[in-house]
């Protein structure tokens, strides 16, 4: 005999368990035990611990069965004594309901059992009892049809059958002429009965099994097989939960909401899940039981009087109506509201967290069945952290605890308005690319957005898919729709960093650009015509859906002030438009820590320009055109200089390969000859010599300045005057300058020295000098290496971790996609490193840089620039690493405020 304890007792005799035992007996556990610490009536039971779970994985059934055998005998009598019934007596029947439920919830992927212990004499014991038949029959009936799936693995034979009782439970009421199950009497019941034990002999082979013990031993595996179903496994690989927890089983009596009109099964959140609202709300059943609430058969009323009369409202049911057919639970059995309120009270007040209860009445008495932290959406765990903090439930720390940064996504962006929604017709789905909605009229093409924008006019941008050329109609689009690309697609990409809504991949829509129309299955629409999108779900609708803005005020602004108070990590945005540093300023971003000069160039006209200085054949076509290009821009400094209104602003001189820039099509060429006065051979000659193998690792980065120092000269001059013009005007900047892609210190000083020539000479020019720092990237592993000498020459470092990562691991992120899946599947990377930086190794290039560059400048400025920025996991190693500042897209910076100081306070 092991000595191990296996199973915990819960009930009004005595518990065993509590709250903080989860581990071991699972959270539904855990929890049932800590209700009946706390007085509140929960029928009474055992929970086999997930320990036992673990044991049988590796023993099998036969030893697990030996293990636990006592204990669960012992069990069962305790839940006797207190129920006053026995198992397995025919004539007083006690039933059972056999539940899983591991550490983290898991809704609804594992599996329950009800009414266990039930069989054809059973049956008839109960119905005397209960003074019931159609009860006793209804629960009969509804054990074999879970037993029969849960343990017997009763499964569809085809994906039509869906549900194999279902389907006889179809051809029953057809039969008798009815709609609902509810109107089904005990003989139907009865009938149904015999049909199910003869589907499951049919199918399975074996009858279904008439011993109560037998039933219970059934029952117990299969919940402990149930760890390991397919629903189960993606479950746990969505979420990150170990394979190892195991899940425990909750053996329990039954209580039973299918009595009669004085009884009831629902659910229920302490506060509201979708806004956070400070108001218990919930659905429940007469005279039902199990997950019949949620199972959508019957409509469920509400608890409360205030949330039936706004569900009414929302239904578009008069109120008579409401009152006569779906009264609420307060105003039905004012009574049992009072106890429930009464409860849940004790049990938010206890857990200090909104809580999801399940609760049943049996003939007019109240017992709770579960109750945990409910799930929440983004909006709602704001505003449940700050009321809570403003109630005293919670301290500051604990409030900034409660939120999952990636959340806060929910509430930057415009919403549907939820009546409007109602009504809404949703046509197709595509990728979720871009969070938010939006509503507006079609249009095919970018410029015509552009337009139509002009005037007035709120568009959605339908594309094919979308190009860097689309980017200005992309820019005054509400949201932007795609047929093809996936979530790194450009559109996505692009549309994130605006914050704009965007679905991208809808297979379902044919654009036919000719007729300026597309077509979704079968149904044409036209430009012109209104559409709604949802950038959050990838729902595309027709018409036009009344949005929301985003709330940023009241308790986000409550919460983002609380970040500040805790973080000590400086946020900045990657910002080069002026549009986009105002949206980061509004998310509070303390300055910019990227701008990349070259967004600047694909601008308009510029692009022509830009050409033409890539095209030419010398340094003097070069100049030429370079000479277009600056009072471009120095004018686009000069609106990011005054956005930021004194701010720190890092700049970041040309970095792409070259080949970005030209024109690749016959088209572009021909034009790009006739302009420039050249053979459209030779334009042809020199896109060819701009090719390169690997353009990630070519002509890119300080290597363009160090072969055309006149692109450094005028970069360098532009920054310079646009700094000189701002302090004119009153905003003193210090612009910071940054060699991209360096790995050793000569070629920062190559660099460096141009710079410094023109500030001195543009300084000389107007007889006035601006503060500025030099600095550069640290993204090649080989500059990590030698940070200690680069320091020398650097003022500051700023971590391109994006390059420091596809150079390290050796894989680019542009084609990463082809295996990268398969690595995740197979848990060779434990995430995706280009998302959420590689701690161990490129951590350590990051930690080798810092600790470098501090040798050699005790005060060098610290900070990131590449997407990690915007990544929570990413943020706490970088404030662990002791960075100052991190820099990510505008719409992310709030979620990088709180993922900083949740950093913080976990230090
Ligand atoms: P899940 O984890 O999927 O929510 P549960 O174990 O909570 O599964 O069971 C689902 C439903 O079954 C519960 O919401 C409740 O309505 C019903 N149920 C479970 N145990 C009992 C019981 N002892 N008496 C009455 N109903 C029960
Ligand atoms: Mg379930
Ligand atoms: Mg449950």
């Not at 109240?366 to 932290?373: F, K, P, S, Y």
């Not at 909006?379 to 500051?396: H, K, N, P, Y």
């Not at 054949?617 to 400094?637: H, I, N, V, Y």
């Not at 320091?791 to 700023?798: I, K, L, Q, T, W």
């Amino acid at each position: 005999m092991s000595s191990t304890k296996y199973v915990y007792l819960f009930g009004s005799h005595g518990t065993e368990g509590a709250a903080g035992m989860k581990n071991l007996l699972g959270g539904k556990g855990a929890n049932l035990a800590e209700m009946c610490r706390l007085g509140i009536p929960v029928p009474p039971g055992f929970t086999i611990s997930t320990e036992a779970c673990t044991a049988y994985t590796t023993l099998g059934r036969e030893r697990l069965l030996e293990m636990i055998r006592d204990e669960v005998l012992a069990g069962i009598r305790s839940v006797e004594a207190e129920m006053g019934k026995r198992f397995g007596d025919a004539a007083d029947p006690l039933l059972l309901s056999v539940r899983s439920g591991a550490r983290a919830s898991m809704p609804g992927m594992m599996d329950t059992i009800l009414n266990l212990g039930l069989n054809d004499e059973a049956v008839e014991g109960l119905a005397r009892k209960a003074g019931n038949e159609r009860f006793a029959w209804d629960s009969y009936r509804r054990f074999v049809q879970m037993y029969g799936d849960v343990v017997m693995g009763l499964k569809p034979v085809s994906k039509e059958e869906h549900d194999p009782f279902e389907v006889v439970i179809d051809m029953v009421k057809e039969a008798r002429g009815v709609q609902l199950d509810t109107e089904l009497d005990a003989a139907d019941l009865k009938e149904l009965v015999a049909r199910f034990k003869a589907l499951i002999r049919a199918r399975i082979g074996r009858d279904f099994p008439v011993d109560p013990w037998e039933q219970l031993w059934g029952a117990i595996v299969a919940v402990f097989d149930s760890w390991n179903n397919d629903r189960a496994r993606v479950y746990r690989e969505l979420n990150d939960i170990p394979e190892s927890w195991g899940t425990a089983v909750n053996v329990q009596a039954m209580v039973f909401g299918n009595l009669g009109d004085h009884s009831a099964t629902g659910v229920a959140f302490t506060r509201d899940a979708g806004t956070g609202e400070d108001l218990f709300n919930g659905e429940f059943l007469v005279n039902a039981q199990g997950e019949d609430v949620v199972a959508g058969i019957r409509t469920p009323q509400q608890v409360s009087l205030v949330g039936s009369r706004r569900w009414a409202e929302l239904a578009l049911v008069p109120e008579a109506e409401r009152a006569e057919k779906y009264p609420s639970l307060e105003e039905l059995m004012p009574d049992l509201y009072r106890q429930l309120i009464e409860a849940e009270t004790t049990l938010e007040n206890h857990f200090r967290d909104m809580q999801d209860l399940e609760f049943t009445i049996q003939e007019g008495r109240l017992w709770m069945l579960q109750t945990r932290n409910g799930k929440r959406t983004g909006a709602a765990m704001v505003r449940i952290a700050m009321e809570m903090l403003e109630q005293g439930m919670i301290d500051e720390k604990t409030a900034l605890e409660r939120i999952a940064p990636d959340r806060l996504n929910d509430l930057l962006h415009p919403v549907f308005d939820p009546r409007a929604l109602a009504q809404a017709r949703p046509i197709a789905r595509g990728l979720p690319a871009s969070p938010g909605a939006a509503t507006g009229q079609i249009v095919f093409f970018a410029d015509e957005a552009e337009a139509w924008s002009q005037r007035g006019r709120d568009v959605i941008l339908v594309r094919q898919e979308t190009s860097p050329e689309d980017l200005r109609g992309m820019s005054v689009a509400k949201g932007i729709l795609t047929a093809r690309g996936g979530m790194t697609s450009h559109a996505a990409v692009v549309a994130r960093g605006m914050g704009k809504c965007c679905v991208s991949g809808c297979g379902a829509v044919h654009v036919d650009l000719k007729a300026r129309t597309m077509t979704v299955d079968g149904t044409v629409y036209a430009e012109g015509e209104w559409i709604s999108l949802n950038g959050s779900t990838g729902e595309v609708y027709f018409g036009r859906i009344a949005t929301r803005d985003a709330e940023l005020s009241g308790d986000f602004g409550k919460l983002m002030a609380l970040t500040d108070k805790y973080r000590t990590l400086e946020i900045r945005t990657n910002a080069d438009t002026p549009e986009e540093a105002a949206v980061a300023r509004k998310f509070g971003a303390t300055g910019i820590g990227l701008c990349r000069t070259e967004h600047m160039f694909f601008e308009g006209d510029r692009i022509v320009a830009v050409r033409q200085m890539i095209l030419a054949e010398d340094e003097a076509g070069r100049r030429k055109a370079l000479a277009k290009l600056l009072p471009m821009q120095r004018s686009d400094f000069e609106g990011l200089f005054r956005e930021m209104d004194g701010l720190p602003v890092t700049i970041r001189l040309l970095d792409p390969p070259l080949h970005e820039f030209v024109p690749h099509d016959d088209a572009g060429q021909l034009a790009m000859a006739r302009d420039m006065g050249v053979s459209l051979g030779r334009i042809k000659m020199r896109v060819e010599e701009l090719h390169e193998f690997n353009p990630m690792l070519g002509h890119r980065g300080c290597r363009l300045g160090i072969s055309f120092p006149e692109i450094t000269e005028m970069q360098a001059r532009a920054i310079f005057e646009a700094a000189l013009n701002a302090k004119s005007r009153g905003t003193a900047v210090v612009p910071e300058i940054m060699v991209p892609l360096v790995g050793t210190i000569r070629e920062l000083d190559q660099q460096a020295a141009v710079i410094r020539r023109v500030a001195e000479q543009v300084f000389a020019e107007r007889g006035e000098t601006v503060h500025w720092m030099l600095g550069t990237m640290i993204e090649t592993p080989r500059a990590a290496l030698v940070a200690d000498s680069i320091a020398r020459s650097a003022e500051f470092f700023s971590f391109g971790t994006n390059d420091l990562t596809q150079m390290t691991m050796g894989f680019s992120r542009d084609d990463a996609g082809s295996f990268l899946p398969r690595y995740l599947k197979l848990g060779l990377y434990e995430h995706d490193p280009f998302r959420s930086i590689d701690q161990k190794g490129v951590g350590q290039l990051v930690e080798m840089a810092v600790a470098k560059g501090r040798a050699t400048r005790p005060d060098i400025e610290l900070g990131v620039c590449g997407e990690h920025g915007g990544d929570p996991a990413s943020i706490g190693f970088f404030h662990r690493a002791g960075l100052r500042y991190v820099s990510c897209s505008p719409f992310r910076v709030p979620i990088a405020r709180l993922a900083a100081a949740q950093a913080a306070i976990a230090s």
